[in-house]
């Protein structure tokens, strides 16, 4: 994890400003989100249950100056002004209405990982920004309130902001104030490996936003999938407090599946597998028959995670070297977001 500051992310920021330098993780949800009651809340259909990894995430600062002209956000070093930069910016606007500041933002945030590939980098850079910009502008101390916040950004994003297993409720109200994050176990208590396999660093062809839209409109597995998934996160939350590896692996792999089944048999089909993503999901079988204690989980991309108990973390490297074509990045369970 490199925390050396390029050019880019200092230049633009004049004395006087008031700055916040964070990292953020990117989280892997062991229960997956997929579906939207609300869309410009974000509010889930289902509740959902997330591991925060250590090392992969989004550096970023946020710099708020009376002078500044407008909020600008520059990723990975180029100025941006799509849909990324619109999220930002609804992040910026949500926390200055809060503190009642006028001042306009410039946004700096680079992503050790591939972005929009599948894992969860809306996750880590709203997650950033929602706590650097806090914390720029003296807010900052309560985690559940930002995770309101962070959610109105990127759903998945409310839920990077704590360590460890982390529950985003569902919430019943129709203003989101109780659909926010919380702890269910630090990363100490289960400080399992976790392996990010690359098989694709290309941007997805579908933003989850899309794909979760088309699946909710026109899958007739949607309804059963909403069902099952709020059934399957106190399995979840229990064989984390347990430390049930078997019963997690279960629960974990049927819920990714269930997910991935509702949105392929959506019109169009919402696909985010590859030749890859099926290679790995067979070798983690594999390595599971031989007694390796490792489960996979894949969001909306062709990348797959594999988490493994920390003592078979050295058997399952080697189980995924064997595939061919992929990187294979090593992490585990870690830290939510920090000051830098
Ligand atoms: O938060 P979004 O809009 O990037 O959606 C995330 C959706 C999944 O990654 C597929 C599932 C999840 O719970 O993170």
Known sequence: MSAAI??????????????ARVFSPTNIALAKYWGKRHTALNLPTNSSL??????????????????FPKDRLILNGAEQSGGKAGKV????????EIVECDDHAVVMSRNNFPTAAGLASSASGLSAVTFAAAHALGLGRDLTK??????RGSGSACRSLFGGFVEWARGQRDDGEDSVAHQVAGADHWPLAAFLVIATQ????QPSTNGMEITRRTSPY??????AAEASVPVIREAVLKRDFEGLAAEAESNCLRFHASAMAATPPV?????????AVHRVWELRRQGVQAFFTIDAGANVVVFADPAHAAK?????KALKGVEILQTRVGEGARLL
């Open 146 to 151: 930002l995770s309101e916040v962070a959610r």
């Open 316 to 320: 399952t490297l080697e189980g995924l």
């Open 271 to 279: 696909l985010y597998w590859q030749g890859a993503t099926l290679d």
């Open 89 to 96: 910016f609804g992040v910026l606007c949500d926390l200055r």
């Open 202 to 205: 290309a941007e997805k062809h």
């Open 222 to 227: 949607f309804d059963a999938w909403v069902e």
């Open 6 to 19: 390029h050019d880019w992310e200092t230049e633009s920021i004049p004395g006087g400003a008031r700055v």
């Open 50 to 67: 997330s591991a925060t990894l250590a090392d992969y995430g989004s550096f970023t600062t946020v710099a708020f100056h009376k002078d």
